[in-house]
């Protein structure tokens, strides 16, 4: 990819079965390093793989021999992974693959645009592409913050974060709407964690345009009841907590309708932030209209405080 990612979600028609996968990025021409992943992921289960990201990781040139010895497509610098195993017993077959870009909302280029920067922001810059790709991260985490959603995909992972919801007969919502998959559900059946499965016919089924899980069948759950005086009381400690749900979440950035007014909100915040913090009376077009940086950053701070308020969502529980 020409632009940083830190992760990817696989829809397969097929799962596979490999040995010793790993997970390498390409830090120069031949240099190849090891990726510090988050999930472990093996391409067994149509499922999603997320690294952290590296600090000395470069673009680079496809050729016939780096990465990969084929005719080169075009001449654009990528960011490359690569994966390989010592064995393979059967080959996955990939329906779909989405990466989940670095910075998702916007683009330095996007923003240069907006600013009317007689250049792209790259490598010699000032600020670089890069850093300016770390504004814009920031500045999703603050609109996702103060809107209560999300329009990048999100895992909720039950071995590093998980999500613990009450136990309800009639069905519970998630913490994160706008889910997109479950991949595991599991109910605490006061001994281990009970893995329940899928379907309207199975254990539980879910209503996406919802956002609600809900339970086909009963479970028993130990020590249900107590005896307080002449009262048989029940619903208490035991359902709390227990369920733990694996799930993706977020609002498809490809179909909401919302996702380009985010884009606007996140284009204008960057370029507010450079207007504060950096120098560009040398880069910035200018004429006979031209107004000043204070009012500049005003009206964007007041334009964007408007838009996300028009975003804002209430979550109820």
């Known amino acids: 990819m020409d632009r940083r990612f830190i992760g990817i979600f696989v ?41 952290n990201l590296p600090d000395n990781w470069a673009q680079v040139q496809f050729t016939s021999t780096v990465p990969n010895a084929a005719d080169p497509p075009d001449s654009v610098e990528r960011y490359w992974i690569e994966l390989s195993a010592s064995a393979v017993t059967t080959m996955a077959v990939i329906n779909k693959i989405r990466v989940l870009p670095y910075a998702s909302y916007t683009s330095p280029r996007r923003v240069s645009e907006f600013l009317q920067i007689k250049r792209n922001f790259d490598y010699s810059t000032t600020p670089t592409d890069l850093e300016v790709e770390n504004l814009i991260r920031r500045q999703e985490d603050y609109i996702n913050y103060r809107t209560r959603k999300s329009w990048k995909l999100q895992a909720i992972t039950e071995e590093t974060d998980p999500i ?32 329940l499965v899928e379907g309207r016919n199975q254990d539980y089924f879910v209503n996406y345009d919802l956002g609600q899980v809900i ?40 179909t909401d309708p919302e996702f ?26 200018s004429g006979s209209d031209k107004v000043p940086l204070d009012s500049k950053v005003r009206n964007l701070t007041e334009d964007t405080e408007a838009r996300i308020d028009s975003l804002i969502g209430v979550a109820f529980y």
């Open 11 to 51: 829809d397969l028609t097929t799962n596979g079965s490999y040995t010793s996968l790993l997970y390498k990025y390409l830090l120069g021409s031949e240099s190849w390093e090891y990726v510090s992943l988050i999930d472990s992921y093996s391409f067994s289960e149509s499922k999603y793989c997320r690294w």
């Open 164 to 195: 613990l919801v009450d136990y309800s007969r009639y069905g519970f919502y998630l913490r994160y709407r706008n889910f997109w998959k479950i991949y595991s559900l599991k109910l605490w059946n006061g001994g281990e964690w009970q893995t």
């Open 215 to 254: 339970i086909s069948r009963m479970f028993t759950i130990p020590a249900v009841y107590g005896m307080v005086g002449r009262y048989s009381l029940w619903g208490q400690g035991e359902f709390k907590n227990s369920i733990k749900i694996d799930y993706l979440y977020g609002r498809n950035p490809e």
């Open 260 to 285: 380009f007014i985010v884009e606007d909100i996140a284009t204008k915040l960057v370029a507010k932030d450079l207007l504060q913090h950096s120098d560009y009376t040398q880069l910035i077009v």
